[in-house]
């Protein structure tokens, strides 16, 4: 009884090791997103301000780049989303653990938040 509840403790490492290298590198691809919308705000910017006929019309394609990149954005927050709820789904259903009483038989005890 005591291994089910060190691979409970094991598995629960897993799972929290796991999530947090999926947050980092979602938020890795985030930010170098960000970073690439940063440089292409600014080269619109510069190409607004030149009304240089020729830098108007290339504003058009980095515009269309900066909207796709705002929609890769999105979509990396919503797997983020997605995986950090099925993460919270595992992990509440691994604290449902066996918990010895004091007549040394092994019961269930369920954590819910707030309790």
Same mark, same amino acid.
């Given at each position: *009884?005591?291994?089910?509840? &060190?691979?409970?403790?094991?598995? =629960?490492?897993? /799972?929290?090791?796991? %999530?947090?290298?999926?947050?980092?590198? +979602?938020?890795?691809?985030?930010? #170098? /997103?960000? =970073?690439? #919308? $940063?440089?292409?705000?600014? @080269?619109?910017?510069? #190409?607004? @301000? +030149?009304? /240089?006929?020729?830098?108007?019309?290339?504003?058009?394609?980095?515009?269309?780049?900066?909207?796709? #990149?705002?929609?890769?954005? %999105?979509?990396?927050?919503? =797997?983020?989303?997605?995986? &950090?709820?099925?993460? *919270?789904?595992?992990?509440?259903?691994? @604290?449902?653990?066996? %918990?010895?009483?004091? =007549?040394? $038989? %092994?019961?269930?005890?369920? &954590? $819910?938040?707030?309790?």
């Amino acid at each position: *009884m005591e291994d089910d509840l &060190f691979s409970g403790i094991a598995n =629960d490492e897993q /799972i929290e090791s796991k %999530v947090v290298k999926t947050f980092q590198k +979602s938020f890795g691809q985030v930010q #170098n /997103i960000l =970073d690439q #919308n $940063r440089l292409l705000i600014n @080269e619109i910017n510069q #190409n607004h @301000e +030149s009304k /240089i006929p020729d830098n108007l019309t290339r504003n058009v394609g980095l515009i269309r780049e900066l909207n796709n #990149n705002i929609r890769r954005v %999105v979509d990396l927050y919503a =797997d983020l989303s997605s995986s &950090f709820t099925k993460s *919270m789904e595992a992990s509440s259903e691994g @604290e449902s653990a066996g %918990v010895t009483k004091s =007549d040394g $038989r %092994v019961g269930q005890k369920r &954590f $819910r938040p707030g309790n």
